[in-house]
């Protein structure tokens, strides 16, 4: 979701002339949730392996219900959820933006609270109306049939019953951020977290569709907000790098940020770059291109060799190498 919708200010300008959408370009998260949510989850893990085979990545489930695969190429993926090491549901997923967001389900009878983790007292103590019950179950059933717009048209229903009813609004954010439709997940998801402002996942995503509506300041509000509730997450970090990046705003934070999430998102090394370049510190960004072009798919190989080409390292004197005896 986060490379493909970035505003026009930074879908041409390239590495040196501004971060750029390709500063974004070529890996992705999968952020997920478990649903219905189960109080036990320690014999829950989720196998992510691509369509055409190769080496699995494994993530557990936490204790509210959620898992994530943080550095994911671009691609086409299959996710299967283990319970004690035995597959109880599988899914496929085309990952195409930056953060991606998928549901797996538990069978019926595995099935115990519903709800996220990130619950309110308030929530828990609100009545859903039955009919908006049903229809927010008709949006998640036409939702697992791949039947967008028939979930969307039965959440839509569900809330105009119900408008406080959390669970159907973040069923709609979750498929208009499947739909890339950034300016209706925005809406939802900033009442969602009036109902939830503990939840991560709802402020990760803000922070992305943000970010691509061209609104970097609240990008790196949101995502300063998902670090404050959990520090861990690289994803937040890389988003406030090139929030900060996008607004040339806090460049020392921006390059914090950015070089403790590189090693999830190599292209912060071409954000670095242009903060440090700016600097006039050639050789600082130099080594950060140096690092990104040697990760394992680098975009814009031949425009970033020409930079280094034009810039070469600072040849340190003679006089200066040498330390004064005086």
């Not at 992705?28 to 320690?42: E, F, L, S, V």
């Not at 509210?64 to 993926?77: L, V």
């Not at 069978?107 to 828990?124: F, I, K, M, Y």
Request: aromatic share 4%; charged share 25%; glycine share 8%.
């Amino acid at each position: 979701m986060f490379v493909t919708g970035l505003s026009a200010q930074w879908s041409q300008q390239g590495p040196f002339g501004g971060p750029g959408r390709k500063a974004m370009a070529g890996m992705a998260a999968i952020q997920g949730r478990i649903t219905p949510r189960r109080d036990d989850t320690k014999d829950l893990q989720v196998v992510l392996t691509g369509e055409s085979g190769g080496t699995p990545a494994t993530a557990d489930v936490s204790a509210a219900g959620t898992f994530s695969f943080p550095a994911i190429p671009y691609g086409h993926y299959v996710l299967r959820l283990l319970d004690a090491g035995k597959q109880v549901s599988e899914r496929s997923v085309s990952v195409d933006d930056l953060v991606e967001t998928v549901d797996l389900e538990l069978p019926r009878d595995r099935r115990e609270n519903n709800g996220d983790g990130t619950v309110s007292v308030s929530e828990l103590q609100h009545r859903v109306p039955a009919r908006a019950l049903q229809e927010a179950q008709k949006g998640e059933s036409a939702l697992r049939k791949k039947k967008v717009e028939e979930a969307i048209g039965h959440f839509e229903s569900a809330l105009e019953i119900d408008p406080d009813y959390a669970a159907a609004r973040e069923g709609l954010a979750n498929v208009c951020l499947q739909k890339h439709d950034d300016g209706r997940a925005v809406t939802h998801l900033e009442v969602l977290l009036r109902q939830r402002p503990s939840s991560i996942w709802a402020w990760t995503n803000l922070s992305a569709a943000q970010f691509r509506l061209g609104r970097a300041a609240e990008a790196e509000a949101a995502a300063r907000r998902a670090l404050a509730l959990d520090a861990t997450q690289k994803i937040n970090r890389y988003v406030l790098g090139i929030s900060l990046a996008a607004q040339g705003k806090n460049p020392d934070e921006a390059l914090a940020s950015l070089r403790q999430s590189c090693d999830k998102f190599p292209l912060g090394h071409v954000v670095a770059a242009r903060i440090l370049a700016a600097r006039g510190d050639i050789a600082g960004a130099r080594d950060q291109l140096e690092s990104y072009l040697g990760s394992d798919s680098p975009e814009d190989r031949v425009e970033l060799q020409a930079w280094l080409a034009r810039h070469p390292r600072p040849q340190v004197s003679a006089s200066a190498a040498v330390p004064d005896a005086r």
